[in-house]
């Protein structure tokens, strides 16, 4: 079966400093993988997306950026963290489809501070 | 566009009753996908259940079904004998074809059932 692990699950970081959160997916092969950032009590905004390694597409303008490195490794970062940076984080994952559900995470809670 | 709406912030059901969250969508693109979430306090978004544009039944997973209206552009969830443990919010969610897959969600609808 196929699993999702995100790392950290929480994180308190001051503003202007870095940023690493990693996804990682197990059981699949060349899946499709999803960012996500969720404001508190909102719905989701995708941020990137990945079809494949090195394929990185970005929907939404900002200081963040994603990487994926490896098949089944997807790793969202930021130079310099801003205050509105804060947010839950989810990673997903779904099959090579162009529409099919998609799996999460279990999510990361950062806090700029 | 493509667009999500979920009309109702908060919803509150008896147990063992049956509940229905609404969600309406709009899209142009006659291939797409609606989905169900479910988000408990812990955060995790699980997956409940699909339908497909060109599927003629509604789809239905154990006690979830879903009420697809194609002409209206309505994708209501309906849960069957409400649990405690369904207290949750719930997110409606389209994915379609030209758009690569990807998943627009509504706003979410927070799901109280009473004992």
């Known amino acids: 079966s196929q699993t999702i692990h995100q790392w950290p699950a929480t994180l308190v970081q001051p503003v202007g400093s870095p940023l690493s959160l990693e996804c990682t997916v197990e059981?699949?092969?060349?899946?499709?993988l999803y960012w996500y950032r969720q404001a508190a009590g909102r719905g989701l905004q995708l941020l990137f997306y990945?079809?494949?390694?090195?394929?990185i597409s970005s929907e939404v303008p900002q200081n963040l950026s994603a990487s994926r490195p490896q098949d089944r490794q997807f790793i969202l970062s930021s130079k310099k963290l801003l205050l509105s940076d804060s947010g839950f984080y989810l990673c997903?994952?779904?099959?090579?489809?162009?529409?099919?559900?998609?799996?999460f995470g279990p999510g990361t809670r950062l806090t700029v501070t | 566009a493509q667009k999500i709406t979920q009309t109702q912030p908060g919803m509150f059901v008896q147990e063992k009753e049956a509940v229905t969250l609404d969600c309406t969508y709009d899209?142009?693109?006659?291939?797409?996908?609606l989905f169900w979430y479910k988000q408990p306090s812990s955060g995790e978004m699980i997956f409940l259940i699909y339908?497909?544009?060109?599927?003629?039944q509604n789809a239905t997973e154990g006690r979830y079904s879903l009420n697809f209206q194609k002409a209206r552009k309505s994708a209501n969830l309906v849960i069957s004998a409400s649990q405690l443990g369904d207290s949750a919010m719930y997110f409606c969610?389209?994915?379609?074809?030209?758009?690569?897959?990807?998943?627009?969600f509504g706003q979410g609808t927070e799901l109280s059932v009473k004992p």
């Open positions: 990945s079809v494949g390694i090195g394929q």
């Open positions: 339908q497909g544009s060109y599927d003629q």
């Open positions: 059981g699949t092969s060349n899946p499709n």
């Open positions: 997903a994952w779904s099959r090579e489809s162009r529409v099919n559900e998609q799996y």
């Open positions: 899209t142009s693109d006659p291939s797409y996908g």
């Open positions: 969610a389209m994915s379609s074809f030209n758009q690569g897959g990807k998943l627009i």
